[in-house]
């Protein structure tokens, strides 16, 4: 059977001044890793047989309907801004609509250079393939909203990195978009409104239906952004790397490179090897994700006729969106206590659990799920500091019944560990799978207790700790 991918490209008939046409790169012995089935079903896909799948998520032949390109966009890297990044490692294939009515991109990862790859090989090594593999799909099992896996594709051809050689693989990435903040920053930064006004409304056709205009997106956009950064932050993601050009519009998770979850919470926390200031740690993503949706504002108040009427209203949007995040981040704190009415003192209460936790050097994902019982505890270096908190929290549930059913609905028992990440990747490698199809078999139950696989719960042992991460270029 061959495989059939019902295509319906809408980015690729846009002006050309969006992307460049760019066919993926083939390779030289592709050998599929990872197919995700049931992605692949929600999308109204027919796999095929394993060669026909391993030589299309390769780039090793471009299936019927595609429109391959690399898109255009810039961004603020760390601050400073790039006028022209764009895919330099990337094609997107196209589009399609599934079974459920949504639309969403087909990208290869990897997939060879373009003419935005500033010097770069275009390729992906294995490690950073198989880590944005599963922990993408962990974060769709915990509910953020994030890009998906579709399939993980062996190059047979080596990657150099750092002077080592490494296996080389290709990603294959589903997204509701890849339009980004940078997109739009751009086409505002060359003066060029007619792309930036076509690209605003095909944003809005396509994500936001219900916005209207250009202050309408930003709006959403910024609600959408809110509610991601306290889901983020409410399993203890840290994305490392929130650059504009990494800030999606559809307020997606996008972009996993330096990713970590923290183990033994501290606020700033940061593991990404090239954030040598900490601009991206645990406690600054809300911060940074306002400065992000600032520069979307800068943006696209340059098609506004009434520039000084835009700009108050931009500044109003953004200057909101603080108080929003505090709100979604309050809602999914709450729920993580079990607290299912919203009462003055609830912030301090959580407030106060974290700041023990920090001082009894807890484990943040072991702590709140075993909130309430001696394992909590257990995790604090003085166990009493648990107590004197956990009195109050007694205090406040009283009369709201069971706290269990709610604890488990809301507190995941397993995430990607930072340490069990660098162990799977460093046995396939050495060509043992096995360790990346369990964590992809356990992650997709975060919340459901799996008792033969308890050991992937554990924190860290001391030689185990993982002190930076890589973006894996």
């Not at 050097?361 to 107590?387: K, M, S, V, W």
Request: proline share 6%.
């Amino acid at each position: 059977m061959t495989l059939h991918i019902p295509f319906d490209n809408s980015f690729a008939r846009l002006p050309g001044a969006f992307f460049t046409a760019q066919d993926p790169q083939p390779v030289k012995a592709p050998r599929l890793v990872a197919f995700n089935d049931d992605l692949a079903r929600i999308m109204g896909i027919a796999p095929g047989e394993v060669e026909d799948l391993a030589a299309v998520f390769s780039g090793n032949r471009v299936p019927e309907g595609a429109a391959p390109l690399a898109q255009l966009y810039s961004g603020h890297q760390f601050g400073q801004y790039n006028p022209q990044l764009g895919d330099g490692r990337a094609v997107l294939l196209g589009e399609v609509v599934g079974t459920d009515g949504l639309r969403r991109d087909i990208q290869l990862k990897g997939s060879g250079r373009t003419p935005y790859s500033r010097g770069g090989d275009g390729r992906a090594w294995l490690g950073p393939v198989l880590r944005e593999y599963v922990v993408s799909e962990a974060m769709h099992a915990l509910g953020i909203p994030t890009t998906r896996a579709l399939a993980a594709v062996e190059t047979g051809e080596p990657v150099y990195r750092d002077g080592v050689a490494r296996p080389g693989a290709v990603l294959t990435r589903v997204a509701a978009s890849h339009l980004r903040v940078g997109s739009f920053q751009v086409f505002a930064a060359r003066g060029d409104l007619a792309s930036l006004k076509r690209l605003t409304d095909y944003a809005i056709a396509r994500h936001y239906r219900q916005a209207e205009g250009p202050m309408g997106l930003l709006r959403a956009v910024c609600a959408a952004q809110a509610r991601l950064v306290a889901q983020w932050m409410s399993v203890g993601f840290i994305h490392g790397v929130m650059n504009t050009d990494n800030c999606a519009i559809s307020g997606e998770t996008i972009d996993y490179g330096p990713c970590a979850f923290v183990d033994v919470f501290h606020p700033q926390t940061v593991f990404s090897s090239i954030d040598r200031y900490g601009r991206y740690a645990y406690d600054r993503q809300a911060e940074m994700a306002v400065w992000n949706l600032a520069q979307l504002a800068t943006a696209l108040i340059q098609q506004m006729e009434n520039r000084e009427a835009a700009v108050e209203e931009a500044t109003e949007i953004v200057h909101a969106m603080p108080g929003q995040i505090e709100a979604e981040w309050l809602t999914r704190f709450r729920a993580k206590l079990a607290l299912s009415d919203a009462r003055e003192g609830d912030q301090a209460l959580i407030e106060e659990l974290l700041r023990r936790m920090v001082a009894g050097q807890a484990d943040f994902t072991n702590t709140f799920r075993a909130l309430g019982g001696t394992a909590a505890r257990d995790q604090f270096i003085d166990p009493a500091a648990y107590d004197d908190w956990e009195a109050e929290w007694r205090a406040r549930r009283e009369g709201l019944g069971e706290a269990a059913p709610l604890l488990r609905a809301a507190n995941p028992a397993f995430i990607p560990r930072n340490h069990r990440l660098e162990q799977m990747i460093e046995a396939a490698v050495a060509g043992d799978y096995a360790p990346f199809h369990r964590l992809n078999a356990v992650l997709v139950k975060p919340y459901e207790d799996q008792r033969e696989a308890e050991d992937l719960m554990r924190p860290p042992l001391p030689g185990e700790v993982v002190e930076a991460t890589f973006c894996g270029t």
